[in-house]
Every structure is written in structure tokens, then in C-alpha cells.
């Protein structure tokens, strides 16, 4: 099992360019999230999804979209990169709803917006 | 609306001494609550949960949590520190049993220095 994975690890881009980070689990997950870890900050949810087909706005989910077209994967898309999206990334799953049950972590995606 | 408070940002201790890492939580709901670890350049990794069964929670590598309803509460403790354990610890509240999704809040970290 190799869990949460996230592709890349490392990105750097310009104000303007695009991007889509990839995050894949392999444990059957219904639910999967996208966060951003900024200093100080703790993690902030930006979409999350309760199913294959579905999706949801977090709490800072202005200038991304996501999409879940197969259960295993959870796309993050950056459309028009800005320098206040330089942050880390984490994507996580769990198996049902997040009162009761573990959220397991990717290794995280560290963007940087010049 | 719920929220969470740490009430240290860093923690120092010598190793082989206690750790005491301080959670304090609002919610208008009976909450889950989840300490979390995450060492340097990696993902969080789950320490322990509470989710309204036991009230002292034990977890991995030694550490344990104490959920005090009166003083909303759930501080992590360890007896004695280990160099492995310096990291930044994340405490999390959930409201519990609505189904679905629920708003995570996410503390604001606290790290931890072991000091050989």
C-alpha cells in the first residue's frame, strides 16, 4: 500500500501560469481533501470531495478547482498562479466522515509563485 | 462554530523529561479530537484521537491525551521525550455524528525541540 501520493513534490511558476497537482490514494477512500499549510497557519481546507463525481468548497477555495472524476484521484488546478499561492500542499482521504475516522496525508507538494 | 487554540508555539524540553503540549478547543457540538504529528519536510502523521469513548486516549510512540470537557481541553503528554519526538504537533477539532462532512480546524501548530 503505498497510501497517499502526490505528484510533484516541487514546482516552481510564474504569476499567470497554470498548474494541476495530482493526488492518488489506493485505500478505497470516499473522502479525499486539499489543504494549504502556511506558516503560522496551521492547515487551511481549500475542496474536499465525499465521493467519486462530487466536490466541495473549504474554507479558502478562491483561485483553485478540483475535480474527482475517479475515486482513487483528486486533481487541485491552479489557473492563473499568483504569489499568494506560494504554500505547501496537502492532500488526504479518509474513510468516511472526519468526526470519526483517521485522515491519512500525502508527503505534501511545495509550490513556489514568482 | 468551533475553534482551536495552542496555547505554545514552541516547546522546549530536555531529553528524557515529560512533554506537555497544551489544546484548547470551542465547539457548539460534541467534538472529535485529534492530535497529529508532522516531522520536518513530511506529511501529518494520526498520534491519537478522542471521538467520545474513553476519556484518556493513548497513542503512538508513548504519548497519551486527556479530554476535559469542563476545561475544553485535550493537552498531549509524554512521560519522557525522545530526540525522534521533535516535530510540530497539530491539534484538530471535529464536530461529531452529523453525517457527511464536517468543518475540520486545524490548531496552528506547536514545535517541539528535544535538547540532548
Known amino acids: 500500500n503505498a497510501g497517499v501520493t502526490q505528484t510533484p513534490k516541487f514546482r516552481v511558476l510564474k504569476t499567470g501560469q497554470s498548474m494541476t497537482l495530482l493526488c492518488a490514494q489506493d485505500?478505497?477512500?470516499?473522502?479525499m481533501y486539499w489543504y494549504r499549510q502556511d506558516p503560522g497557519m496551521g492547515l487551511r481546507l481549500i475542496h474536499y470531495s465525499v465521493g467519486e463525481g462530487t466536490t466541495a468548497k473549504g474554507e479558502v477555495p478562491d483561485g483553485y478547482n478540483v475535480s474527482r472524476l475517479k475515486k482513487q484521484n483528486f486533481l487541485l488546478g491552479l489557473e492563473s498562479a499568483a504569489p499568494s499561492q506560494t504554500s505547501v500542499y496537502f492532500c488526504a482521504s479518509s474513510s468516511g466522515e472526519a468526526g470519526y475516522n483517521e485522515q491519512f496525508f500525502g508527503p505534501g507538494t511545495r509550490l513556489t509563485v514568482l | 462554530a468551533q475553534s482551536v487554540t495552542q496555547l505554545d508555539s514552541h516547546v522546549s524540553v530536555s531529553e528524557g523529561t515529560p512533554v506537555l503540549l497544551r489544546c484548547n478547543y470551542s465547539?457548539?457540538?460534541?467534538?472529535?479530537l485529534f492530535w497529529y504529528v508532522q516531522h520536518p519536510n513530511k506529511g501529518l502523521q494520526l498520534l491519537l484521537k478522542?471521538?467520545?469513548?474513553?476519556?484518556l486516549v493513548k497513542g503512538i510512540n508513548g504519548f497519551e491525551a486527556e479530554f476535559k470537557k469542563s476545561e475544553t481541553s485535550f493537552h498531549l503528554t509524554k512521560p519522557s521525550a525522545h530526540m525522534s519526538d521533535a516535530a510540530e504537533y497539530f491539534c484538530?477539532?471535529?464536530?461529531?455524528?452529523?453525517?457527511?462532512?464536517?468543518?475540520?480546524?486545524f490548531g496552528t501548530g506547536t514545535k517541539l525541540q528535544v535538547i540532548p
Open positions: 485505500m478505497n477512500h470516499e473522502y
Open positions: 478522542y471521538t467520545s469513548a474513553a476519556t
Open positions: 484538530v477539532v471535529i464536530p461529531r455524528g452529523f453525517g457527511g462532512y464536517q468543518k475540520v480546524t
Open positions: 465547539s457548539s457540538y460534541s467534538p472529535s
